[in-house]
């Protein structure tokens, strides 16, 4: 059936059957020659059960209406394209394609589906294997016998029958008839007819043969031999895919043991390779390289507590809450069936640092008390406990208050939908439950174990601070004193910086997310639109061993063409090669290394240079998330509406030539939507009624000589295998290709008078074209230019591409522009992470001003906000300049930790007014700067320099989204730490008030008051 027919006849009425279900939010589909493929995407959430059930409905009340000679629709396996977990091939030089493909087919799919957690498993490549006549068109003509006939004595010769019982002797038996078809044989010895007395037999109008089906698809696989030289052969690949809620590690873990089983007692030459794709690679490397940086977060997290306290009981009292916090997250990430991923590592990596912070000040606040309790009159000491419990309670507010502000701000992830939602919940939800750990572990577990550990400690006996916390507060003394005397002097730069940050932010680029180091590659190919699979196999065969000649490819599964269970096929001009990379294989083999840009660049030059193709370069799972957002496997889908196709080719040719200057844009095709030759059989209805036939008799005539009819099955062992009966050269039964016009002219049909008619005298054949694809979205046909980014913003390019796309491009009425792909969710999340930031200050402000009860105070500790974001914006250019849906995370992150150092020392400034007698402003404003520096500098340094492995290691697997978050929130840090310190203070003496000034309210009091109410919340 040709597209259009196919759209009207079968796409459209699906279509409108589905696009009113509830939940749906697009519908897609790709029409082509005999099929047609319908997405119906569901928003976010839905039930997998519920929308299947729905859509299983929708199809049941329509399938009345679609044409007989049209299969029923089949609703594809419980998969997505992020399903696609596995890629293997099977390949033999001792056997054939066919015999390939019947062994893949049979027992290697069928013990493949039985693994738990695999959904369906896609073939391509190899010959299926089939029973075939083919009858020679002179011989009918010459016995007066239709392909009908030879059909319905195929059918009728194929068949085993129960006859009922027999009693014999009080015993039963089964009385069975046998006559089914078990060999070539038997198929050439059936009788057709009889003329003259005489049997015509199918050997004598045509040759019974074993043959091979026609073929909409092909599969290569290429490997590396001993001596890293490439190996590129034709095989059978296999597209695994997972169930939705199975573990990916999990079923590859099953698959490896399955493939390593069968290879036992494969035959003899078949080899599986089971390393074409593996998205359990990207895990696990992604979770070793987190884990990785968790590790060596905690090592500076332990270098700094130790530095700083100088006392192994203080260090290990404080350390303490980073395993009691890891574990208590893993076993509530457990308890809550959250499993342990890249993510939820990556939000205890960022949250590492932090881990201590609330011990941190608990410690050195009890410690400084201790000191000072030591060196009074034996008469005036207080007892230990009694110390310990005041120093703790000093200091428990601004540690609940800073910690609850800190988790706070990772409440907007909670929010974050689509793909973002999905990755970067897990980090939002480890990092907070991980903090609220360590703070449980501060008001509890810190408190007593100083009392057991600190009284004795030599850090206390000595009744002096560490070196390094001395010699930093003589260092700071001096630059306090001088911003404090000159107050603007500081404060007027300050504002510059804040003013040029906001400037940096606006001018940055956008993307969606950071792109993923994935180890591996995808390149969609294709060519001309009515190509013949052998040549766009030939095409792509030429690519493919192009690609092998880079040695850092170590292997490559190639699809060229539709596979019979693919959802997502593609017409026989296209191809997917997969790439599994090695870039350490150049330095093996003495080789300079390449970076991952340096290799594109060069693969790219070189599959430019072979001409008849274009392709598209992407990453296994970046590729499928453009597929997922846009229904197209490129960063960039400008989508052209309209209904006249020709109209549509028109305006894809003018988008092409305006976005080929653009600077950034690679990878650049239009759909390959074209006219394609067609023969076209108008059917004579008149001289079809002449001789008393149906247009139904003279089609399935055509059909069953040309594409053949599948009249039966031939068993064999527990495999059935299609009997097909069509028209060609017996002696050269596989030509069938190269048929001509003349060829269908002379297709003989069926009269009821017996006469055998030619179908040149019931039809008028003539040759035309037609298109090739019809792409539809939301009931609307639709072409397609797409493109990747490289070197520039995506949200840069996409401008840039409206820009050119609305001055260069006259849309006529009823045609218009959509654009879709990773920019689209990037704009919908960074708008709601901005209406979510904005609430999550005002937050953070009503907490400060309830606390404090001053709203001077809270603009005074909310001021750290913009000194976070002058590092921030300075981190982001230092990444490269790129403003990612990670990046903005990281600065809301930045506000809440930066918030902690604010309330720190504006607290302990309040505490010396009130409760230790300081009454000159300006030396309660020193004094509390001074004492709270060590505090501030460790939690500071802790929180940062944690973040160092994950700052560093960007192109790391796993690494990816956290680097650009660690970058924003370090710079941030230090930027907010550094200026917090100097322009705070002086801030506070020029808008500050001093307390005696104010309504005389009880700060620590007030503190006390709200934190004893506070801690069953985290808790």
């Known amino acids: 059936m040709a597209p259009e027919e196919m759209e009207t006849l079968v796409t459209f009425p699906i279509e409108t059957a589905v696009n009113g279900a509830a939940d749906v939010r697009r519908v897609r589909s790709s029409t082509a020659v005999g099929f047609s493929t319908i997405w119906v995407e569901f928003e976010w959430g839905t039930d997998i059960y519920r929308a299947r059930q729905t859509v299983t409905e929708r199809l049941a009340s329509i399938e009345d209406r679609l044409p007989e000679n049209v299969d029923p629709p089949i609703l594809a396996p419980m998969s997505s394209v992020m399903g696609e977990i596995v890629f293997a091939s099977v390949t033999s030089a001792q056997h054939t394609a066919r015999e390939l493909r019947t062994f893949a087919s049979t027992d290697l799919r069928r013990r493949i589906l039985s693994v738990p957690g695999v959904a369906e498993v896609a073939l391509f490549g190899g010959d299926e294997r089939q029973y075939q006549v083919v009858l020679s068109q002179p011989l009918m003509q010459a016995y007066q016998i239709s392909i009908t006939e030879v059909a319905d004595a195929l059918r009728k010769s194929n068949e085993n029958v129960a006859a009922g019982f027999l009693v014999e002797g009080g015993q039963e038996s089964i009385l069975q008839g046998v006559g089914r078809i078990e060999s070539v044989e038997d198929i050439a010895e059936t009788v057709v007819t009889v003329r003259a007395g005489t049997p015509i037999k199918v050997k004598d109008l045509g040759t019974a043969m074993v043959g091979s089906a026609i073929r909409r698809g092909t599969g290569w696989a290429s490997r590396r031999g001993p001596a890293w030289e490439p190996i590129v052969e034709p095989a059978v690949v296999m597209a695994i895919l997972k169930q939705p809620s199975a573990n990916t590690l999990e079923v590859t873990e099953r698959l490896d043991r399955a493939f390593d089983e069968i290879q036992a007692t494969m035959p003899e030459g078949m080899i599986i390779n089971k390393r074409l794709f593996r998205q359990a690679d990207f895990i696990n490397a992604s979770v070793t390289n987190t884990i990785h940086a968790l590790r060596d977060g905690g090592i500076f997290v332990i270098i700094v507590v130790v530095l700083f306290l100088a006392s192994m009981r203080a260090s290990f009292i404080t350390l303490l809450a980073i395993p009691f916090s890891l574990v208590t997250a893993i076993l509530t990430l457990r308890v809550f069936g ?10 205890m990596a960022i949250a590492i640092g932090a881990l201590v912070d609330d011990a941190i000040i608990d410690v050195e606040n009890i410690i400084r008390r201790l000191r000072e309790n030591g060196v009074l009159p034996e008469g005036r000491r207080r007892p230990v406990l009694e110390v310990i419990y005041k120093a703790s309670v000093e200091v428990r507010a601004s540690i609940v208050f800073a910690t609850l502000i800190i988790m706070l701000v990772f409440v907007p992830l909670l929010f974050l939908s689509g793909v973002e939602g999905r990755l970067l919940r897990p980090l939002g939800i480890a990092f907070a439950v ?7 572990a501060a008001l509890t577990l810190t408190p007593a174990l100083a009392y057991y550990l600190l009284p004795k400690s030599r850090t206390v006996q000595r009744g002096h601070e560490p070196l390094i916390v001395r010699g930093l507060k003589r260092l700071y003394d001096r630059p306090l004193r001088w911003a404090m005397r000159r107050p603007w002097w500081v404060i007027a730069p300050t504002v510059v910086l ?19 180091s994935e180890g591996a590659l995808v390149v969609g190919l294709v060519s001309v639109p009515g190509i013949s699979l052998e040549e766009s196999d030939r095409l792509a065969h030429i690519v493919e061993e192009t690609l092998m000649q880079h040695p850092e490819i170590a292997a490559i599964g190639r699809r060229t063409g539709r596979g019979e269970a693919d959802a997502h096929g593609m017409n026989t001009e296209g191809s997917e090669i997969d790439l599994t990379l090695d870039m350490d294989a150049p330095s093996r083999l003495g080789l300079p290394r390449r970076t991952r840009a340096e290799l594109l660049e060069a693969l790219r030059a070189d599959v430019a240079m072979i001409p008849g193709v274009q392709a598209t370069f992407g ?13 197209t496997r490129a960063n960039i889908a400008v989508k052209i509406f309209g209904e006249d196709l020709i109209k549509l080719r028109e305006l894809a040719r003018q988008v092409e030539s305006v976005m080929q200057d653009i600077r950034g844009v690679v990878d650049l095709s239009a759909e390959q939507q074209n006219a394609i030759p067609i023969h076209r059989v108008d059917f004579d209805r008149v001289a079809i009624a002449q001789f008393g036939l149906q247009v139904e008799d003279v089609s399935e005539a055509l059909q069953a000589a040309f594409r053949g009819d599948a009249v039966s099955q031939v068993l064999r062992g527990r495999n059935a295998f299609d009997l097909v009966v069509r028209v060609g050269d017996p002696v050269n039964p596989n030509a069938w290709t190269n048929a001509s016009a003349e ?21 008028r054949i003539s040759r035309e074209h037609g298109p090739n694809m019809i792409s539809r979205e939301n009931a609307q046909r639709k072409i397609v230019v797409m493109c990747n980014v490289a070197g520039r913003a995506l949200g840069d390019v996409v401008a840039d591409i409206r820009g050119a796309v609305a001055e260069g491009v006259h849309m006529p009425h009823g045609y218009y522009v959509e654009y879709g792909g990773q920019f689209e969710s990037a704009e919908e999340t960074r708008r709601r992470l901005s209406v979510l930031g904005v ?4 937050s953070i402000g009503f907490l400060l001003y309830v606390v404090f009860r001053s709203h001077r105070d809270a603009m005074l500790i909310m001021v750290n906000l913009p000194l976070a974001l002058i590092g921030g914006v300075a981190g982001v250019y230092v990444s490269g300049g790129i403003l990612s849906v990670a990046s903005v995370i990281g600065f809301i992150s930045v506000f809440g930790i930066a918030a902690r150092n604010g309330i720190m020392l504006v607290s302990h400034i309040r505490h010396l007014q009130r409760f230790e007698g300081v009454t000159d402003f300006h030396e309660a404003i020193r004094r509390g700067a001074m004492e709270r520096l060590a505090p501030i500098l460790m939690t500071a340094l802790a929180a940062g320099l944690a973040l160092i492995p994950l700052a560093v290691g960007g192109e790391q697997p796993g690494r990816e989204i956290l680097t650009p978050m660690a970058i924003v929130i370090l710079c941030g840090l230090l930027s907010s730490t550094f200026l917090n310190m100097v322009v705070v203070p002086a801030l ?3 808008f500050g008030r001093p307390l005696a000034a104010e309504v005389q309210v009880d700060v620590t009091d007030e503190l006390r008051r709200a934190a004893h109410a506070m801690p069953a919340a985290p808790a």
Request: proline share 5%.
């Open 338 to 347: 959250t499993s342990i991923n890249t993510m939820t590592l990556g939000g």
């Open 434 to 440: 991980s903090l609220a750990a360590s703070l449980v």
């Open 498 to 516: 804040l003013i040029a940050a906001v400037y940096g932010a606006s001018m940055m680029g956008r993307s969606f997310l950071p792109e993923f």
């Open 619 to 631: 990453q296994p799972i970046g590729h499928r998330i453009d597929h997922m957002l846009s229904g």
């Open 743 to 763: 060829t269908v002219e002379q297709v003989l049909v069926d009269t009821p008078s017996g006469a055998k008619v030619p179908l040149k005298v019931l039809a």
């Open 839 to 842: 609430v999550v200050i005002l």
């Open 988 to 990: 506070f003496l020029r």
